[in-house]
């Protein structure tokens, strides 16, 4: 646990902001941002077993680190040319002679675009070229570039609709679409219903927000072309797997000063789970509970 603590306070990012007409109805971390979900965070998965079909391969724990800069680069009115990076990483204390990594990670740059349509209609679209591995050798075909696609209508100054559609060449799902939705209920209550955090939210005061909700963590990568062999199944050398947890939990987000905001969340991780698609390989965790902690600013 400690030694995730210290590689999770390595981690600090930000995300800059333009304005746009319904400013109100925003993410706290920037309002082109489509959902609250924060730029920097630190998610403890507590240790549970996980079976390879009925067998029993041990207890397993994680954790997950991400941060993503993104700089928004004004081209011509409304229209705004997105860079930046964005650093995963995802740590298993794993069984020993299980065939799971122990790591995996990515490093990935960001590119892309958002345009203002009117006063109703936003649209952003990013890529995010980089490597997808456990890093434990890395070549060209650790390389690749999910995309996302992300669109909203303001309907009126309190709802706003859209959708999400998210593409990874090494899903097993090459194409994912979502709908989205931010709801200002009234003075207090907010729906931010976005991948990868849908939530419900109560304001309290500027300073103090309390939220519950859903958490998507996860993603897809390659593992070394060795990585089958050491494990005792050489057929998953080089193969490409996906790993998720469905979380669902709560938590509060405040001000720390100036532009600065934490969260602190805790909940259940309902699905834990890695999957070598490629090779029919699918081991599945037990619940257990998490812990979150997160920053983000506003410039």
């Known amino acids: 646990m400690k030694r995730y603590l210290l590689l999770a306070a390595l981690i600090t990012a930000t995300a800059a902001h333009a304005q746009y007409s319904n400013e109100h109805i925003g ?6 941002r489509y959902g609250s979900s924060p730029p920097s965070s630190f998610t403890y998965g507590f240790s549970a077993p996980i079976s390879l079909g009925n067998a029993n391969l041990g207890d397993i724990d994680s954790a997950e680190f991400g941060g993503v800069y993104v700089a928004q680069i004004p081209v011509r009115d409304r229209y705004d040319f997105l860079g930046g990076v964005s650093l995963r990483r995802f740590q298993f204390g794993t069984p020993a002679g299980s065939p799971l990594p122990n790591t995996l990670q990515s490093v990935a740059g960001v590119v892309g675009a958002q345009g203002r349509f009117g006063d109703s209609w936003r649209a952003r679209i990013e890529a995010l070229p980089g490597i997808y591995s456990d890093f434990s050798d890395i070549s060209g075909e650790d390389i690749t570039s999910p995309v996302v696609l992300e669109g909203a209508y303001l309907v009126h100054d309190d709802l706003e609709i859209g959708a999400q559609l998210m593409l ?5 799902s090459k194409v994912i679409g979502t709908l989205g939705v931010t709801w200002l209920i009234d003075d207090y209550w907010k729906l931010e219903f976005w991948l990868p955090r849908p939530q419900i939210e109560y304001s309290i005061s500027e300073d103090l927000t309390l939220f519950a909700g859903g958490s998507l963590g996860g993603g897809s990568f390659r593992v070394a072309e060795d990585f089958g062999d050491s494990v005792g199944r050489p057929n998953l050398n080089s193969e490409l797997v996906d790993f998720r947890e469905i979380r669902a939990g709560a938590g509060a987000r405040f001000n720390v000063g100036g532009s600065i905001t934490a969260e602190l969340a805790a909940g259940w991780i309902f699905d834990r789970r890695f999957e070598f698609h490629r ?18 600013a506003r410039f």
Do not use: E, I, K, M
């Open 27 to 32: 993410s706290p971390y920037g309002v082109n």
């Open 168 to 172: 990874n060449p090494f899903r097993s």
């Open 279 to 296: 090779r029919d390989l699918t081991a599945n965790g037990d619940g257990a509970p998490y812990v979150q902690f997160s920053l983000g």
